[in-house]
């Protein structure tokens, strides 16, 4: 088989057979096939697009290109399940979502990424926490997966490499934005993962990669309907991502943010509601609970008794972290030499935010990437941030701007200003759960 002639069907717009897949998928494993030949394919697929059949093929076939984990043998007593956010600012759910599953009696193995574009990583975030392994080796994620019930960690090498040639070509060659392409690389990584059930939190505002609702669903859409037929119990929720969620983003103070929620100590409405609604929706899918009403009691009865936060203490302590860091975070956590507020430019109500914009004020403050590999800031960012429908001015500033230098302050207030709407009327509430989407 020559590689052309896979190019050429899709090229013309007809599907590809599982022949032609396996034979990329092989190729992206082994770099057989170049990368030329592979971003002409990708932009084939981009104008064209790919069946659900299609698209279920590539997934499993890059999910099986490296290690597939399998947690039979560990005899669980719940479910193998899992979330993914298709990215935001100021998204921590990850930190309250895995302890408070695994305090419901589900098994999280949680195989997460870094930051992608103006979108904040769960990996950067949890390498906050001094001595935390965010890449052990299988041996030590399974064993703490087992006996905590959930454990957060980045993607090792050995889970889907062919998924990561394949992305980190499209990533420089304009495919990126393809909803089968998208779909693929998702749940390649979640099926390696060993889940029986996942759940969805897909994005959509200016703050998201899917800006439009049209647009989330149809990758929501997509995910469910691909791995349905990879064999992967899949539920989805629509979330609004038009402001920042929770009142901080930045990685430090964002696991700050989740001790406070684990501990009681303060719950955000916003982020508070997705939390629960996605926590909800796994013993939903999974069949713990027979309806949304009953799994919302569940979630909210591990949060008030402190398990989640038991759950997220042995977990940091069981990866390497401070066996205390939930009582004393403070002392472990780095902080920003520079903390001041940003005031808005007049008073009136924050009726918009460009949300995008935040997270490249992030990113200007050094607690994002520019470049591939780049190292991380991890104390600066935004607390206390104001949301759309709240009077700002003297006495409440858009933000509290953590940084490392008077200059980088200055220029990420700026950007925060930009990025905010001040009006004198209120605007209309947007709700935090958009949708709710299931296999049919």
């Known amino acids: 088989m020559l590689f052309t002639d896979v190019i050429r069907t899709k ?76 990215g935001g600012v100021g998204d921590k759910v990850s930190f309250l979502l895995a302890p408070i599953a695994a305090a419901c009696g589900c098994y999280v193995p949680m195989i997460s990424g ?79 993962a060993g889940l029986e059930a996942l759940v969805m939190d897909v994005k959509v505002g200016s703050g998201a990669f899917m800006e439009s609702v049209p647009q989330a669903s149809e990758l929501a859409k997509s995910i469910i309907g691909t791995a349905s037929r990879a064999g992967l119990k899949t ?89 205390d860091f939930v009582e004393n975070y403070s002392a472990y956590l780095p902080a920003a030499k520079i903390v001041v507020p940003v005031t808005a430019v007049g008073e009136g109500v924050l009726s918009s935010v460009v949300t995008q914009k935040v997270g490249n004020a992030i990113i200007e403050l050094g607690g994002g990437r520019r470049v591939l590999g780049e190292s991380l800031d991890h104390s600066v960012g935004f607390s206390e941030i104001a949301h759309i429908g709240e009077v700002v001015g003297a006495d409440k500033p858009l933000a509290i701007v953590h940084a490392s230098s008077e200059e980088t302050a200055q220029i990420a207030a700026s950007m925060l200003r930009e990025a905010c709407q001040i009006s004198s009327d209120s605007p209309p509430k947007n709700d935090v759960i958009v949708d709710i989407l299931t296999p049919e």
């Not at 904040?120 to 994620?141: A, N, R, W």
């Not at 501990?263 to 916003?270: D, K, L, M, Q, Y």
């Not at 909800?280 to 936060?309: F, H, P, Y």
Request: proline share 4%; aromatic share 4%; hydrophobic share 40%.
């Open 11 to 86: 090229r013309d717009g007809n599907p590809l057979t599982e022949a032609d897949i396996g034979f990329l998928v092989s190729g992206l494993s082994d770099a057989s096939i170049p990368a030329e030949q592979i971003s002409s394919l990708a932009m084939a697929i981009f104008l064209n697009g790919m069946s659900f059949e299609e698209a279920s093929i590539l997934t499993l076939g890059m999910a099986r290109s490296g290690t597939v984990l399998n947690w039979s043998d560990c005899q669980f007593d719940g479910p193998v399940v899992d979330k993914h956010s298709t």
């Open 114 to 192: 870094r930051g992608l574009g103006h979108t904040g990583g769960t990996t950067d975030k949890v390498e906050c926490i001094p001595g935390y392994q965010s890449m052990p080796d299988f041996d030590l994620f399974r064993r703490v997966v087992k006996t905590v019930g959930c454990a957060v960690i980045g993607q090792t090498n050995e889970l889907a490499p062919a998924d990561k040639r394949f992305y980190a070509i499209r990533d420089v060659t304009s495919t990126v934005e393809s909803v089968p392409l998208i779909t693929a690389s998702i749940l390649a990584k979640k099926i390696a």
């Open 235 to 323: 539920h989805a929720i629509l979330t609004d991502m038009n402001e920042v969620l929770g009142d901080t983003a930045g990685n430090s103070l964002e696991i700050v943010e989740s001790i406070e929620y684990l501990t009681n100590a303060h719950r955000e409405p916003r982020l508070d509601a997705v939390t629960v609604s996605l926590c909800a929706e796994m013993l939903v899918v999974t069949g713990m609970e027979a309806n949304r009403q009953d799994a919302t009691a569940t979630v909210e009865r591990a949060i008030a008794s402190g398990d989640a936060a038991e759950k997220f203490s042995k977990m940091v302590g069981e990866l390497g972290g401070p066996p």
